[in-house]
């Protein structure tokens, strides 16, 4: 009888162990689940986040681009502008050089000449 009840007590405390291992195992494969799960929804929202990071960069991006492209049409407007200024300034000094150095070379010819008729009392 010794040895009957010993092998029922073995049996039941591997059975037991068993149990309790299916139990663990359990617990196992729910935390598991859990984690998988939390992250799943982790990475859901990096994935939002990083979706709404590229589009605010986008945006930014986009308005920083016609912000430089009115600024350049601005500069070259103001530039032309200036040049278109400068040249008409040129050309009006050019003239005015022209016409003064004509006038002043009309006028140095009528005084270099010497008078073609000559004085009798110059013999």
């Known amino acids: 009888m010794k040895i009957t009840s010993l092998v029922i007590v073995l049996v039941a405390a591997t059975a037991l162990a068993t149990f309790g291992q299916e139990g663990t195992l359990q617990e196992i494969k729910h935390g598991a689940k859990k984690t998988g799960e939390t992250i799943k929804n982790g990475l859901e929202t990096v994935g939002e986040k990083t ?7 986008g945006e930014k991006t986009k308005e920083t681009a016609e912000t430089v ?46 008078p073609t008729t000559s004085n009798p009392n110059d013999r």
């Open 51 to 57: 979706k709404d990071a590229a589009e605010t960069v």
């Open 69 to 114: 492209g009115k600024k350049t049409k601005e500069t070259v407007e103001t530039v032309g502008e200036k040049t278109k200024e400068g040249a008409n300034t040129a050309g009006r000094k050019s003239k005015r050089a022209v016409r003064k150095a004509k006038t002043e070379a009309s006028e140095k010819r009528s005084t270099d000449q010497a």
